[in-house]
């Protein structure tokens, strides 16, 4: 089982950027995909961005791409995620996860391991 810490979240103005950090524990992280995914106050969870486990591809939402980057670090079980030009409908409680696969999925049930998740508040 792999232990997931989200931490950068914070409150910005909208245009402004952010970097959200993963720290992982367990042996497992560095051998498989992650991601990363947001839930909006009243909506559902959905897909943000995804790696995979060595880093060679990605995927993105529909409304983050050109905007945000996803990274991983194998040597430090560590993933990132730069938001730059950063929209008040970004805001939502961002949340790290494991992926049971080596791909860059964008199935959330390929996700076998969450954060608690961080805020995100984005202000117009």
């Known amino acids: 089982q792999v232990q997931l810490v989200e931490s950068g979240g914070g409150l910005v103005q909208a245009g402004a950027s952010l970097r959200l950090s993963c720290a992982a524990s367990g042996r497992t992280f560095s051998s498989y995909g992650a991601g990363w995914f947001r839930q909006a106050p009243g909506k559902e969870r959905e897909f943000v961005a995804s790696?995979?486990?060595?880093?060679?591809?990605?995927s993105y939402g529909n409304s983050v791409k050109g905007r945000f980057t996803i990274a991983k670090d194998n040597a430090k079980n560590t993933l990132w995620l730069q938001m730059n030009s950063l929209k008040p409908e970004d805001t939502g409680v961002y949340y790290c996860a494991a992926a049971s696969t080596i791909l860059a999925t964008m199935r959330e049930t390929d996700f076998r391991s969450w954060g608690q998740g961080t805020q995100v508040t984005v202000s117009s």
């Open positions: 790696i995979s486990w060595r880093g060679a591809t990605s």
